[in-house]
């Protein structure tokens, strides 16, 4: 199998200041457990190009980015809510972050790439159609999602998300195309509180309580996911890759580790061989303890890559 790697070093210039969770360390982290165990040798590592204004716009309002461009600092930071800043670079870093996710999907649906994963910050699935917010600017598995729908034979994707954040964004953009299956789990109550109740047939919400057993992830996912999938038969499987529901990580309350992520992964592989010819893209979410991260994304990865 062939993994494409993708990611850009100018996601590390993205910096909401030295106290802030969501920090260039997480990339960096990964990075460096990857090449000591020497996984990332097997990965077709690429680097990402930034998206364009139109290729953003197909997940967003066509003003979305520009009012985003008139709150960039030209030093410093200037927040955009109380957990969400700008710097200088933050706007680069998110653009190539929406890139690396169209990249992805071209190599995946050429042949060229089996799966892929885009080690990519800023996150992206609290983006919603016109609102940043949650540490996200732009949305970046919805505009791959939506970029993979203009291609040829597709024309059902699943969007994924095991983050422990609800995926207000995503569904915010998807709730009104049924093309589009979201499946979320997700701490509850918990942020970000917006669409965790939708009721739409192409939305599957799995709130999870505080403190649970990981049974209780497996459980949804087995139980709530799969059939929604099966029905759905998708051309193609985007994950939003949240490593945050770990029991190590600082910002939430479930009880996950690498042997859930890795767990999962192998879950979503059979789906997509069933029924999306194997074609996966997964994209870097959450994830604030880095070490917890970094071996989670290596769980992952070594699923995707056939190890």
């Excluded at 609800?166 to 569904?171: D, Y």
């Excluded at 998708?234 to 994950?239: G, S, W």
Aim: with cysteine.
């Amino acid at each position: 199998m062939t993994t494409a790697y993708i990611t850009h070093e100018d996601c590390l210039l993205h910096n909401m200041g030295p106290d802030h969770p969501e920090s260039p360390v997480r990339l960096q982290a990964i990075r460096k457990v990857l090449e000591r165990t020497g996984l990332m040798d097997h990965l077709d590592q690429l680097t990402a190009v930034p998206a364009t204004p139109e290729q953003i716009q197909l997940a967003h309002a066509k003003l979305h980015q520009k009012k985003l461009e008139m709150k960039l600092p030209r030093e410093g930071v200037v927040y955009t809510d109380e957990d969400t800043a700008l710097c200088p670079h933050s706007l680069d870093a998110a653009q190539l972050a929406a890139g690396a996710v169209i990249l992805a999907t071209n190599r995946v649906l050429s042949g060229k790439a089996n799966n892929a994963f885009c080690a990519v910050r800023p996150p992206g699935h609290h983006a919603e159609y016109n609102l940043p917010m949650g540490f996200c600017f732009f949305n970046n598995v919805a505009i791959g999602a939506c970029h993979a729908l203009l291609q040829p034979g597709i024309e059902r994707v699943a969007v994924l998300d095991f983050d422990v954040h609800h995926c207000n964004g995503t569904v915010d953009i998807f709730k009104d195309r049924p093309e589009v299956l979201v499946c979320s789990t997700f701490q509850h109550p918990y942020y970000p509180e917006r669409y965790c109740e939708i009721d739409r047939p192409n939305i599957i919400n799995c709130p999870l309580p505080a403190h649970s057993a990981n049974t209780l992830f497996r459980q949804a996912i087995e139980n709530a996911w799969m059939p929604a999938l099966e029905a759905h038969r998708p051309d193609i499987i985007f994950i939003s890759a949240g490593f945050d529901a770990h029991k190590e990580d600082p910002l939430a309350d479930l009880n996950l580790d690498e042997e859930d992520y890795r767990w999962v992964t192998q879950q979503i592989l059979k789906i997509a061989n069933t029924h999306s010819q194997g074609r996966v893209i997964s994209v870097l979410e959450g994830g604030y303890n880095p070490v917890s991260l970094a071996f989670s994304v290596q769980a992952h990865l070594e699923v995707l890559a056939g190890f």
